[in-house]
């Protein structure tokens, strides 16, 4: 993820006298990426983050935050598992995959009314995460699933058989 916030600092009394001030960090929505930013943020003394976006980011680099005291606010991560751990300084406000994916059966079967289906997934937390959800609700509602399975980001030939 990488974000831009303004450059203005908040009033001077802050957030319990911490001064606010914006700074832009790049994990490009890679788990790697986001556990050297992380460790960045920790070591430039930041105390509070809004980021990151991906759910596969946010994962490892909230378990370094956590454990450093630091709070963040993840404004896209939807991977349930970010708050079932039960950290205390970890928030987030997207919708969970686990709310996304029947809102989604439910469209499906209701307004598609599709007689077979395929799902297919990037392999990423979030992709996976949010069609296994879906796939969950349409079994649910009795969808003949046909086909489940995921491609590797980046690749070009879909020729191959599964």
């Known amino acids: 993820m990488r974000a831009r916030l303004s450059k203005t600092s908040t009033p001077k009394a802050g957030i319990k ?4 001030v914006g700074v832009e960090y790049d ?6 990426q986001a556990v050297a930013v992380a460790n960045k943020i920790v070591n430039d003394g930041v105390k509070y983050v809004i980021g990151h976006l991906c759910s596969s980011s946010t994962q490892p680099a909230s378990d370094i935050y956590e454990d450093e005291g630091i709070l963040m606010i993840t404004p896209g991560a939807t991977n349930p598992e970010l708050t079932q751990r039960g950290y205390g300084m970890i928030m987030r406000t997207a919708g969970l995959d686990s709310s996304q994916g029947p809102t989604a059966s439910k469209y499906i079967l209701e307004h598609v009314k599709p007689q077979r289906i395929a799902i297919i997934h990037d392999k990423q937390q979030y992709g996976e995460g949010l069609a296994r959800s879906v796939q969950d609700g349409l079994k649910k509602g009795g969808a003949n699933i046909v086909f489940f399975d995921g491609i590797t980001a980046g690749d070009k030939d879909f020729l ?3």
């Open 27 to 32: 994990d490009a929505c890679d788990p790697k």
């Open 160 to 162: 191959h058989p599964w």
């Open 17 to 20: 006298g911490d001064k606010l």
